[in-house]
């Protein structure tokens, strides 16, 4: 077993601009034409870390190392640190050193002691014998990241399987499918930018839930207090880490190609799917659908499911694993990931295109035409396929979805739940209202995280896509049309907009609520005047319905950041004008009525 010695890092950066920031330090722009592909030169760890400006030298300071077990203050401070590290029901943090003003957090020895946490909160809370799979996106951090967390997992009992390269949503199917994991951890940081890393739980239940990663992150916090381990430190950590990882007994972990296998049942799923009468075990012969992983973990879906069924994929693009990601950001929500999904499709001439992001958990489609869907556009083709397997059903998403996309859902014939930002919040709103007895077999948030009932309500963008391509493909055979018709009746605004309001200082959650009580005060005392209502129902922040004349109307949303010290406005509108319109009386409102709360209206100004 490799010997972990050096250390790696965690951050939670969740903003676009903090990732764009990240990526351009890193010279990982994206290049949209074959012209500048071919014209720029090849991008390398090495040269990412060659254009940085020089670190100032820091004097050496001797580590004042524990001498027995950490208590009082310093434990207290210990926990403060692990705790920085989770991401509601993840964690996440920055695994690589050299961007500037991003240190390293998510060392070894850190990862070393989450692990031995998971393992021994398994133990606690599940029967039989303590197997756990974990596998890994192609991150650079990922090597080092997986040996700390066997080491952990082993020292507190538990065997471990090795994928190697893998999706989010296979940890979870090997649970599913195989029953012999306990549990299951994919090490990702989903979008992010290369240098951050994170790891993802999961039992035979789902997903774990944030008071489960609270739990194990106090349990981490325990267990390294005891082994007196000084974190970030590299000869502590590496000390320690050492003298673990030789105790591990070789029988304790084992190499299992299993991505294959999930592969083989995405197949399985299109035969059956398809069912074509003609050619059932290569459904997809005669059509070309291409894939942009964005050198992400999605690459196999052209390979290993695409291409063994008949299917030209000639075209896609950047399936091969990279984990510096140098064309594009690997983010079904980013716009240079699906302008360049589109650009495949366009230059392949293809039927239709999927867009990845990095560890497959969502996605993103792209019509003959080029048009691109995703947000309300996906919601909404899910929307028709769901309806019409199961009519009636309700339909759960996120609370930015679009007064069209609701309207598209009721002609359908369904129900539209919408509920909070937050894709678990979203998929457990969906598992709440089936226990309650209310069908649902459809939840998805405008991020491209999508779950359905018949696929255990994990959100898997691979199954997504695989839903869409049956579509497709049946549509096509029968003369139905493609993809372009099933969206005719789905009415989008003329414009839109997400703005974003920093709070600064520490007490942002109770500055936030003050504004939030303030804006719905406004608007129930009339507001900019009667044309501006309080949506009925509202489960975070206030949406206010906005009248904008001759059967139009737009609206907008107030809520806080699930994780970050911000205020997110989001703005539509169906009349030229009426987004910024809208977000002037917005800004006149926070000038004049929360003018002594420490906020950043610049966007809002622009």
Known sequence: MQVITDAVAVGNQNSQERVSASIALARLKVQRSKTALAAAPEKSPSSIYSSLPPTAAVPFQMPQFPTGPIKGTELVELHKRLKRLQNGSDIRGIAVAGIPNEPVTLTPGVVFFIGQAFASWLKDTSDGRLVVSIGSDPRISGPLVQAALIAGLASAGAEVHTFGLATTPCMFYSIIDTAQYAGAIMITASHMPFNSNGLKFFT???????????????????????????????????????????????????????????????????????????????????????????????????????????????????????????????????????????????????????????????????????????????????????????????????????????????????????????????????????????????????SGHGAVKENNFLDDGAYMATKVVIELVRRQLSGGGDLRDLLADLKEPLESREYRIRISGPNFKEDGAKVLDAFHAWISAGGPGPHWKLDPINHEGWRVNVDEGDSRSGWLLLRQSLHDPLLVLNVESEVQGGVRASTQSVLDFLLKECSTLPLDVSSLQA
């Open 204 to 446: 035979a239940e789902g997903g774990l839930k944030k008071g489960d990663i609270t739990e194990i992150l106090q349990r981490a916090t325990l267990a390294c207090a005891e082994a007196a381990v000084l974190l970030g430190e590299p000869l502590s950590e590496g000390a320690h880490l050492t003298r673990a990882a030789l105790q591990v007994s070789p029988e304790q972990v084992k190499q299992v190609d299993y991505l294959p296998k999930y592969a083989a049942a995405l197949r399985d799923m299109i035969k059956k799917g398809v069912n074509r009468k003609d050619s059932y075990h290569l459904p997809l012969a005669g059509f070309k659908i291409v894939v942009d992983a964005g050198n992400g973990s999605g690459g196999f879906y052209a390979e290993q499911v695409l291409a063994p069924l008949g299917a030209d994929t000639a075209g896609s693009r950047y399936l091969d694993p990279d984990g510096t990601f140098p064309n594009h950001i690997p983010n079904p929500e980013h716009p240079s990931a699906m302008a360049s999904g589109a650009e495949a499709v366009l230059g392949a001439k293809a039927d239709m295109g999927i867009v990845f992001d990095t560890d497959v958990d969502r996605s993103a489609i792209v019509d003959r035409y080029g048009k691109e869907i995703n947000s309300n556009r996906f919601i909404a083709l899910m929307a028709a396929v769901v309806l019409r397997e199961h009519p009636g059903s309700t339909i759960v998403t996120d609370s930015v979805t679009s007064n069209g996309l609701g309207d598209f859902i009721t002609k359908l014939g369904g129900k539209h739940c919408r509920f909070k930002r937050g894709y678990k919040n979203v998929i457990s709103k969906g598992v709440s209202l089936n226990r309650e007895g209310v069908e649902t077999h459809l939840m998805m948030e405008t």
